[in-house]
């Protein structure tokens, strides 16, 4: 009895060793059909494999020449070919029609209880409640400390979000997968799905979740830099509890955010949590950025400037720069609370300080003074039919310093890998049409912005600049390298997109 027990303890001690590097089993119906497949093809891979190297380790071991045996002399039997080519057939035959079903099962229409549009960005999802009117942003939340290697890393280190995306148990919940710049991929192992999202594209998943708790997965597509930081995290309720999240939801959505008011504390707190998911892994933990590319805030003409400034800024972005809009991305709330943490932190409280409301955000949205970005844009006054290389080089020197240098540098050498150098560059010294596309298309999912609100002249200037500058027009580059770049060119690629 004793032994039969130890036995027993044993053999469920292995089972849950080997389980943890085994498939999981998952929570959805699908992922259980998928495991039990799974196991089924790995019994019948164990059985022949036993079958096949048992017969050759005895063949081995009873018919080796040290025991004198002599080799038998055979041209061949056809009706064990025949075996050994018919039998692993009808096996592989076998395991195609179930696996073939469960492929087509996964795709089947059903009738959708819940539908939710996932949307992969550089580097983060959205997540769009259809059947109520509410969206959200889900963002890495794992400090940065943690990510910089000066704190522990936590039991969900990478695998940890602010907003995790909801659904109740016991419902058909349909996943429609897009991406707005790059290729994504979301995958949750626990469900079973993964659903490449591609831009232009809208695909489908189906998720029936059989029992609550959380769930994470990750974007398994190489998508740039920070591919690593874009976990997935679901969270399964019971209806109830989906209810009451759901009750919530509605309620910040249906709140007017303009008409609550922040107390500095609320605002600072809040705003630091924003500074740190948005903001932190360009202008740094300190605010002192990277200078010239990346400007700082401590002292700062922004943070420290008129609010009305700061918002457009926070709202609008910077065109020609790697200063994102985040009209779109956050809240009035949300912004407001970022924009009161930067004008009272690291100092710059003694020069600004003020706090900010939401209804100040919410007035700038809706058609203040602050609609169009504040960065000024010189347009050169050049008469085109005295385009020549001098012309060009000077236009395209001063467009150059106004709003390429603070990323590529005075001498062009960039700060790579964030801002690849142009001396030598595939771009600059490759073929003219290439370069005019990437003015006007910018480089998504980079800092490169689209500089198409340039004029020709402008465009045509700075390609000049840069394809004869810091050696670029050397011959060693090539027939492309160097040359004049006039506007009439600019304008025809305009008029080809």
Not at 348 to 355: I, P, T, V, W
Request: hydrophobic content about 40%; charged content about 20%; overall charge neutral.
């Amino acid at each position: 009895m004793v032994g039969r027990t130890m036995y027993t303890l044993l053999l469920g001690s292995v089972s849950t060793i080997f389980a943890s590097y085994n498939m999981t089993q998952g929570v959805t119906p699908m992922s259980h059909r998928i495991y039990d497949i799974h196991m089924l093809m790995f019994y019948v891979c164990v059985i022949a494999g036993i079958a096949t190297f048992g017969v050759m380790f005895y063949a081995l071991l009873k018919h080796r020449k040290s025991l004198g045996v002599t080799p038998a002399q055979s041209k061949g039997h056809l009706a064990l070919e025949i075996i050994w080519t018919v039998v692993p057939l009808l096996i592989l035959l076998g395991l195609s029609y179930p696996a073939g079903k469960i492929l087509m099962d996964m795709d089947e229409a059903k009738e959708a209880e819940v539908n939710i549009l996932v949307t992969g960005l550089q580097w983060k999802w959205k997540y769009e409640y259809l059947d109520h009117g509410f969206s959200f942003y889900s963002n890495l939340s794992t400090p940065m400390a943690q990510r910089n290697g000066l704190e522990p890393k936590g039991e969900h280190y990478l695998l940890e979000v602010d907003e995790p995306v909801v659904v109740p148990i016991h419902t058909h919940v349909r996943f429609l997968f897009t991406s707005r710049d790059v290729n994504h991929s979301w995958w949750v192992p626990d469900f079973a799905v993964k659903v490449d999202c591609i831009p232009g594209y809208i695909n489908e998943g189906w998720v029936y979740v059989e029992k609550p708790g959380t769930y994470r997965g990750q974007c398994t597509e190489l998508c740039g830099m920070l591919h690593g930081f874009m976990p997935i995290v679901v969270e399964a309720k019971t209806q109830e509890d989906y209810q009451k999240w759901l009750a919530k939801r509605m309620d910040i959505v249906i709140q007017k955010e303009a008409d609550r008011v922040l107390t500095k504390d609320e605002a600072m707190k809040k705003g630091q949590q924003v500074y740190q998911v948005h903001c932190q892994s360009c202008h740094q933990a300190d605010g002192k950025g990277m200078p010239p590319a990346i400007p700082g805030m401590v002292g700062g003409k922004i943070t420290t400037g008129p609010v009305s400034g700061h918002v457009d800024v926070l709202l609008n972005g910077i065109k020609g720069t790697g200063m994102q809009a985040f009209g779109e991305q956050l809240t009035n709330e949300e912004i407001a609370a970022v924009i009161t943490y930067e004008r009272n932190a690291w100092g710059n409280d003694k020069k600004a300080g003020e706090l900010v409301q939401p209804k100040t955000i919410d007035q700038a949205r809706g058609g203040a003074a602050l609609a169009e970005p504040s960065q000024e844009v010189v347009k050169p006054k050049v008469d085109t039919s005295q385009w020549d290389s001098k012309t060009a080089m000077a236009v395209g020197k001063s467009v150059y310093d106004k709003n390429c240098q603070s990323c590529h540098q005075i001498n062009g050498e960039g700060m790579p890998p964030m801002f690849p150098s142009l001396k030598g560059s595939k771009v600059v010294v490759g073929p003219v049409s290439q370069h005019i596309q990437l003015l006007l298309m910018g480089v998504k999912g980079t800092a490169m912005a689209s500089f198409a609100w340039m004029s020709d002249e402008e465009i045509a200037g700075v390609i000049t600049y840069k394809r004869n500058s810091w050696g670029n027009n050397e011959i060693k580059y090539g027939k492309d390298a160097g040359g004049l770049i006039t506007p009439a060119e600019v304008k025809a690629m305009r008029g080809a997109k």
